[in-house]
């Protein structure tokens, strides 16, 4: 009997073993997975002109496939709302100026031409800005193959609310813009140039 029962848990432990082994190797594949994405992701960091020119060309395919299935316009408008947020914390500054009680805390944005330089950080950088707006087309690709999100609405009442939205959020931004006093873009540090050298020599 004795005898029995150690062989029966030996082979509850080679069982348990390959049950608890199979998430391991998937863990493991969807760990490599991820560290290709990265790779692909840190490659492609410095090419910001193609990384917008795959996502033009996305949002096209996408516009196209919406108009021909003549559907799912509530992710449409899910997704132009999802853009214009991130447009919008691309366009802020990452420390809010109306949000310092005392002017002293935090990097101040220059407001005179003689003050020292200082690059707008912004709240939402250009590479994170591209990556979730890309991913936020490619979710709502993938939705348009499921009927459950193409939910009947009345279009045009979405296209008008949406620039509607989008007018006052911009007018709210500009105003802020203008108030506080800074450009969301920075072309780098401006040099001065001194008298240029004539080459001419004088003899003594």
Request: aromatic residues 16%; proline residues 6%; positive net charge.
């Amino acid at each position: 009997q004795h005898r029995v029962r150690k062989g029966s848990m030996s082979e509850g432990d080679s069982s348990g073993e390959s049950i608890h082994g199979k998430p391991s190797v998937i863990g493991g594949f969807f760990t490599r997975l991820g560290q290709i994405y990265q790779s692909w992701l840190d490659k492609s960091t410095p090419f910001s002109a193609v990384r917008w020119a795959v996502t033009l060309l996305l949002t096209a395919i996408y516009m196209i496939r919406v108009y021909i299935l003549q559907g799912w316009y509530i992710v449409t408008y899910a997704l132009g709302i999802y853009h214009l947020n991130l447009f919008i914390a691309f366009l802020s500054p990452k420390v809010d100026p109306s949000l310092l009680d005392d002017p002293d805390e935090g990097p101040a944005l220059p407001t005179k031409q003689n003050e020292e330089f200082r690059p707008f950080i912004r709240r939402l950088p250009e590479f994170k800005f591209w990556h979730s707006a890309t991913k936020g087309i490619v979710i709502a690709m993938i939705c348009t193959f499921f009927e459950a999100f193409n939910v009947p609405v009345f279009w045009p009442i979405l296209v008008m609310y949406f620039i509607m939205l989008f007018c006052i959020t911009m007018k709210r931004q500009i105003k802020h813009m203008i108030k506080y006093r800074y450009l969301p873009f920075t072309h780098g540090k401006r040099t001065y140039r001194g008298k240029e050298d004539t080459g001419k020599t004088f003899a003594s």
